[in-house]
């Protein structure tokens, strides 16, 4: 036992230092909407249940949990794909007066504000989340929903005219709250950053694209601005992902809101469903578009499982003999640091450290 402790303390440094390149400003950004999309999937069992059922079988507690987790991708989403876009805009266009604030600590304080941000735009929904009784026309049989009631008197009852009338109000309300916090105001402010980012880069491409041999510190602003040119490809695909996934579901919702002529199709069920799956495939896809569109991300993956893989061909029986490797690689680890750091103080101009910025 006090062997295996010695071990998992031995490699946790070198997981942690082997990572160190991957904590950059873009990265949090991007674990923040990682998360957001995980609480999100994690109410798929109740749609599939609830669509099964087609009623609401899981009390009030998990009625406001639920409106709750659907609302933080929404507002999570759009604040983060936001914060992510400007991080982008200042890199790509300010990008010597924006490393002052473009740093970890900064993406830290900045991501809490906007955790505090969606958690004060869910206020109405856990408050206005309720269980509504539906009675059938002309007979007693009855169904409970989960939905957004604006009125805090509603009866537990839909059998007449004015709580329709009140039901009807509320989503109304509720769809341009949601619409507009989640949706509108954040695509517009980040299509602004990515227009001004797409002008900026093609407006240098030239130089951009341009191979130089002859600098080896050209060589480096050369990757450096590739590295920064996959992240800003990344978001972008991102920001466009979002666009066209939700689009449609506001493009039904608003039909049936404002009665279009189209809402009385046959299918209008189809392509409700079609659209309300299209924001958990958003949230299922993410994560790859994150691992493929950064070389960064697959190289780490693939160099940390060469070297659990090494170090499991390495063991041997002796405790001594199988902590060798893992010193021996923290020391090499140590030495490459230092004499790196030393290289880089004797060298002839001041270098600004990079890899947190991109």
Not at 199 to 223: E, Q
Not at 250 to 277: D, F, H, K, Q, R
């Amino acid at each position: 036992m006090r062997a295996r402790s010695l071990q998992f303390y031995d490699v946790l440094p070198l997981i942690d230092g082997h990572f160190r390149e991957m904590r950059t400003v873009s990265n949090m950004f991007i674990f923040n909407l990682a998360l957001a999309d995980l609480l999100f999937l994690a109410g798929v069992p109740i749609v599939v249940i609830q669509t099964i059922t087609s009623e609401w079988i899981f009390g009030q507690a998990m009625c406001k949990a639920f409106i709750s987790g659907n609302g933080i991708n929404q507002f999570a989403s759009a604040i983060f794909m936001g914060v992510l876009s400007l991080d982008r805009y200042l890199a790509v266009c300010y990008a010597i007066k924006s490393t002052k604030w473009r740093t970890p600590r900064f993406a830290l304080i900045l991501s809490i504000a906007s955790w505090l941000a969606v958690t004060i735009e869910m206020v109405p929904l856990l408050k206005f989340a309720k269980l509504i009784r539906i009675y059938e026309d002309g007979s007693e049989n009855s169904r409970c929903s989960c939905m957004l009631i604006w009125s805090d008197d509603l009866e537990s009852t839909m059998n007449d005219s004015d709580i329709i009338n009140e039901i009807t109000f509320s989503k109304r309300i509720f769809t341009t709250y949601s619409f507009t916090l989640s949706y509108m105001l954040p695509l517009v402010a980040i299509w602004y950053f990515y227009a001004n980012i797409i002008a900026r880069l093609w407006a240098r491409r030239k130089t951009f694209f341009k191979t130089s041999r002859k600098s080896s510190r050209r060589a480096t602003t050369k990757m450096r601005d590739v590295n920064s040119f996959q992240v800003t490809l990344m978001g972008l695909t991102i920001v466009i992902s979002y666009t066209l996934c939700w689009m449609p579901f506001w493009v039904v919702t608003w039909s049936i809101e404002l009665e279009a002529n189209w809402v009385v199709s046959p299918l209008l069920v189809p392509l409700s469903y079609g659209a309300y799956a299209l924001q958990y495939i958003n949230s299922a896809v993410n994560p790859f578009l994150y691992m493929f569109l950064t070389d960064t991300f697959r190289q780490k993956l693939v160099h940390w499982r060469s070297m659990k893989r090494k170090g499991e061909m390495t063991r041997q029986p002796s405790e001594t003999t199988h902590m060798l490797p893992l010193m021996r690689a923290a020391s090499n680890a140590k030495f490459s640091t230092s004499f790196r750091e030393s290289i880089r103080s004797l060298s002839e101009e001041p270098t600004i450290r990079t890899d947190y910025y991109l």
